[in-house]
């Protein structure tokens, strides 16, 4: 079974500052991908970036890069230079990548973190 | 470019009625698939789909059933609603390629159940 674990349930940060998003899992799948969301208020559901197992390299989209730490099981979101729109919940979840099986794409998600940006 | 919709975006209902929540995908897309979100909980997978007609349990299906009777068409059924059902309600169809970054989800349902 796979479990994700995000221990802040929220996070406050100044605009302009970075912030880090914690995330950690557990899972005995050998291949495994890993998602942050973006929730904002009106409840649509954003892909920010995608981490697999075996890529070498830490993920980065714009803004947002991926501390991946394999051995340690934690995907922690970086948010570089936060902007007053970054405030939502942020989920973190993951699935089986291709060696793991059929997942059908079925996501396990994390509880969420609430990130309040501040002007 | 309108990929995944939700019949309702809010919706009251009252304990023992029948409740149904209507998903479409306009990718052709074999699976699809209904979470519920919870505070403090994240999102958990009710059920899910990954064919006409086939259907799998996930993680939370008591209290629930599903219908996929076309490709585009995924509901979710509360066959007696509770107040314990009260949540928000979010439907997903990923890429059928396996192990696809890409998910597409709906715009949610909030339900409450008095």
């Known amino acids: 079974a796979q479990k994700i674990t995000q221990t802040q349930p929220g996070m406050f940060v100044q605009e302009k500052e970075a912030v880090t998003l914690d995330c950690t899992y557990d899972?005995?799948?050998?291949?495994?991908?890993l998602f942050w969301y973006k929730q904002p208020s009106s409840g649509e559901m954003i892909f920010l970036i995608y981490q697999g197992s075996y890529d070498q390299q830490n993920a980065t989209e714009g803004r947002y890069s991926l501390n991946f730490q394999k051995a340690r099981k934690s995907a922690n979101l970086v948010i570089s230079a936060s902007q007053l729109g970054d405030s939502a919940m942020y989920f973190c979840?993951?699935?089986?990548?291709?060696?793991?099986?059929?997942?059908?794409?079925?996501?396990?998600f994390g509880q969420g973190t609430i990130l309040t940006v501040h002007p | 470019d309108v990929k995944v919709t939700q019949s309702s975006r809010y919706l009251v209902k009252r304990t023992g009625e029948k409740v149904f929540l209507e998903c479409v995908q306009d990718?052709?897309?074999?699976?699809m698939f209904w979470y519920r979100q919870d505070p403090g909980l994240g999102l958990r997978l009710i059920y899910f789909s990954y064919d006409v007609k086939m259907k799998e349990k996930g993680d939370i299906p008591e209290g629930y059933s599903v219908s996929r009777e076309k490709k585009e068409r995924f509901s979710l059924i509360l066959e007696s609603a509770s107040t314990n059902q009260t949540s928000m309600y979010l439907c997903?169809?990923?890429?059928?390629?396996?192990?696809?970054?890409?998910?597409?989800f709906g715009p949610g349902t909030r339900l409450t159940v008095t």
């Open positions: 997903a169809s990923p890429p059928d390629i396996q192990g696809s970054y890409e998910q597409y």
């Open positions: 899972t005995s799948d050998p291949s495994y991908g």
């Open positions: 990718m052709d897309h074999e699976n």
């Open positions: 979840a993951m699935n089986r990548g291709n060696a793991g099986g059929t997942s059908y794409g079925k996501l396990t």
